[in-house]
């Protein structure tokens, strides 16, 4: 079959497959020529793209060292241009054959964009007024034996870009940024907490047990021990033990498991920082919280004012604030403190509304409900919900004037939820008696219910000042200040489902 009759996949491929055997037998022959780029182990460099444009009037004239990935060639005859891309961004470098070498010039046919080189040369501004490095000699540190995607086109296949971040990164600059933001987040957060007097500490992966959130666990084994260990679902109960040890103010980032659904919101690994402050409550988190995310936004976005998905969020202090029993007479007409503790009443108010209640479920559990199914897809400003149930809150100090309630919050805005905060629960008998009645809820077949962790109530029973404490996710946050649509946008390795 002639390559004229060959069907269009199938001619791709061959034509795919001709490239990457050119590119290998360059490799080749410049191994033969005693010139393998992979044997060269370092290139002194001294300066970058973004510092010789900044930096112009200053370094022109200066020898420079420069390191990055040929991104595109226009060869010229005995001159060539090549846009070098480093961390910084993107230079353009000058070849001239008389400068390099004869024998050098000549070397670089076997040269592809997508090479790694390594250039010395001076900074000088061309005739047309680009700003550029004229080489005095030009090593090759790499060979790429794949193509880079077409730069017309560049690697727009969201799925390949998940699964090739690396190749993304190379081709899309934005995404460079959006991790580079991602940085500044946390940098900015641990700033702020240091001068707090706040000390980051590390807590254990592997738990015997899953607790401080609600939420299925992974589940591995530990050979030696003969014992079931669960990825942790939630710092909180060992940061509260060192609440009890006299720590004060302690915070950990780091990375959660959940074995749950996969969406644009949800990953089976992401990362949180969890804060806790001892003699302060949820309204000291309040403030602690909303002034995190403000900085946050100042530093990143460089203004208070930012857009997500279109809608225009503020960001300005004081966000708003509202009680759930509030929110949910706005909007759903239902006043549950007028009938608190009240079963069966909340039961006829979820069916005038069609929504569905389990026969486990309190009146608690309703008002929760109702507030998932009716505000939190309104709540689209930065709004602290708070004073929750105390069926779903399970760690939290209740209300001294409502006992069905506790002292937490939560952060929505943009339709979700950012924040989640409580003036934590001290009282060991008492969470004893909540520690119960989730076991209750796991034995009707609840698998996010928490589990007894003796070993935190003993904590707990040598004393716990009153604490505050925040749990805020940094994905969430980072998709927000960066405008990305879906989870997998902030994260530079997301979940994936291997392919077929």
Not at 246 to 273: A, Q, S
Request: charged share 30%.
């Amino acid at each position: 079959m002639s390559d004229k009759t060959k069907e269009p996949v199938e001619q791709e491929q061959q034509d795919i497959s001709e490239l990457l055997q050119i590119r290998r037998d360059k490799l080749t022959a410049l191994q033969q020529a005693d010139k393998d780029p992979f044997e060269i182990t370092v290139c002194e460099r001294d300066a970058f793209a973004q510092d010789i444009r900044d930096r112009f009037e200053e370094m022109e004239g200066k020898d420079v060292v420069l390191a990055g990935r040929i991104m595109s060639w226009r060869d010229m005859g005995k001159a060539s241009f090549m846009d070098i891309q480093d961390r910084s961004g993107r230079i353009q470098v000058y070849l001239k054959i008389d400068d390099i070498g004869e024998e050098a010039y000549h070397g670089l046919a076997n040269w592809d964009i997508g090479d790694l080189a390594c250039v010395t040369g001076f900074v000088f501004r061309t005739r047309r007024g680009e700003i550029s490095v004229h080489a005095k000699s030009i090593t090759l540190l790499a060979k790429s034996l794949l193509p880079l995607p077409d730069k017309f086109h560049g690697l727009k296949d969201t799925d390949l870009r998940y699964r090739q971040r690396y190749v993304d990164l190379i081709v899309n600059p934005e995404v460079k940024d959006t991790f580079e933001k991602r940085s500044k987040i946390i940098r900015t957060i641990r700033n702020i907490l240091d001068e707090r007097g706040y000390v980051e500490v590390e807590t254990p992966v592997l738990n015997l047990i899953p607790g401080g959130a609600a939420a299925r666990p992974f589940i591995t084994h530990h050979n030696t021990l003969d014992l079931d260990l669960y990825l942790r679902i939630a710092p909180e109960l060992y940061l509260k033990r060192l609440i009890v040890g006299g720590m004060e103010k302690v915070y950990e980032i780091g990375r959660l498991f959940r074995n749950e659904g996969m969406d644009v919101k949800h990953n089976p690994e992401f990362t949180t920082i969890e804060l806790y402050e001892a003699y302060t409550d949820y309204h000291g988190m309040m403030d602690l919280t909303e002034k995190l995310i403000n900085a946050c936004a100042k530093e990143v976005c460089g203004t208070e004012e930012i857009t997500y998905q279109e809608d225009e969020i503020s960001l300005k202090l004081p966000f708003c604030r509202m009680t759930m029993n509030d929110a949910i007479k706005q909007y759903a007409g239902v006043d549950f403190l007028s009938f608190k503790g009240d079963t069966e009443r909340a039961r006829e108010e979820a069916k005038k509304l069609g929504l569905e209640v389990k026969a486990t479920n309190t009146w608690g559990d309703i008002m929760n409900l109702f507030f998932e199914e009716k505000v939190e897809n309104e709540l689209v400003q930065p709004t602290f919900i708070y004073d929750y149930p105390v069926e779903v809150s399970p760690l939290t100090k209740r209300k001294k004037e409502i006992p069905e309630l506790v002292e937490r919050f939560e952060l929505f805005m943009t339709r979700r939820e950012f924040a989640n905060a409580y003036s934590e629960l001290n009282d060991p008998i008492d969470q004893r008696g909540r520690f119960q009645h989730q076991m209750e809820l796991r034995e009707a077949g609840d698998e996010e219910a928490n589990m007894i962790d003796e070993d935190f109530i003993t904590a707990l029973e040598y004393g716990m000042p009153p604490t505050g404490g925040m749990g805020m996710g940094i994905d969430r946050l980072a998709m927000l200040l960066t405008d990305s649509a879906s989870i997998r946008d902030v994260l530079l390795f997301p979940t994936m489902k291997p392919r077929e």
